[in-house]
C-alpha cells in the first residue's frame, strides 16, 4: 500500500480479523478501524441478528426456508454499529445487548452452520466494504468473504481462556452465569464452527496467526499494528 495509486481501480483494501469466541477479535478490529479511520464490520453482529430475531418469532433454527425469509425481512429494518451511532438497531429498537447473550450466540453459532444462511448473508458483509477501508471481523473473513483482503489475521486463545473472558465479560454486563458451563459451551461452539461443512472456522492459508492466550488486548494490539504497519 506504499504507493498511493496502489488501489485506482482496484477493489477498497480489507483487513480481515478471523478468529474463535473469545479470542478478542472483536475489541482488537473496533480499535484498529478507529485507527486507520476505516469502516469496521462485525460479521458475527448479523447472525447474531438473524438468530435473536428468529428466537422472537420461535422459528425452528434448522429451517432454512423460514430463516431466508427472514434474512430478507431483516435486510430492511436493522442498522449495525457506525462510529457516530455505536448500537444495534432492529425496527428502530437497540438490541445490542440482547444480542450479547449465550443464548443469542448458541443460537447464532447453529444458524450459521446452515449453508445458504451464510450465502445469503454474503451481500450484506461485501456492501461494507467502502472506501477509504474495511478492517473485518469473524470466522471466515479471510477464507470466504474478503479473500483478496491486504491482510489476514487469526486470533485465537486456549478455550479455558476464552471462556474466562466471556465469563468477565457477562458479569461486568450484570448477567449471571457459570464459568464451568461456559467451558463446555465455548468449547462445544468450536466444535461446531470448525466442523461445519459450509465455510468452517480455520485460519486462510496466507493469514497471520496469533495466539494471545498469554497477551493482554494492548500486546495482541501491538503485534496486529506491527503486521499493519508492515503492509502500509
Known sequence: MNNP????????PVITIDGPSGSGKGTI?????????????????????????????SLDLNDEVALLALVGRLSESY?????????IRLDGADVS????????????????????VR?????????????????????????VVFPDAELKLFLTARPGIRAE?????LK????????????????????RDSARKASPLKPAADALIIDNSDLNAADTLRQVLQAVHAIM
Do not use: F, I
Request: aromatic content about 6%; charged content about 25%.
Open 29 to 57: 478490529s473496533q480499535t484498529l478501524a478507529e485507527h486507520l479511520g476505516w469502516h469496521h464490520l462485525d460479521s458475527g453482529a448479523l447472525y447474531r441478528l438473524l438468530a435473536y430475531a428468529a428466537l422472537q418469532d
Open 172 to 191: 461486568d454486563k450484570g448477567m449471571e452465569t457459570d464459568l464451568v458451563v461456559l467451558v463446555k459451551e465455548v468449547e462445544a461452539r468450536d466444535a
Open 5 to 12: 495509486d496502489h488501489h485506482a481501480g482496484q477493489a477498497v
Open 165 to 169: 473472558r466471556r465469563y468477565k465479560q
Open 119 to 143: 450465502k445469503a448473508l454474503l451481500a450484506w458483509q461485501r456492501h461494507y466494504r467502502q472506501p477509504p477501508g474495511l478492517v473485518a471481523d469473524g470466522r471466515d473473513m479471510g477464507t
Open 97 to 116: 445487548d440482547a444480542l450479547r447473550t449465550e443464548r443469542c450466540a448458541d443460537a447464532a453459532s447453529k444458524t450459521a452452520a446452515l449453508p445458504a
Open 79 to 87: 442498522q449495525l454499529p457506525t462510529r457516530e451511532n455505536p448500537v
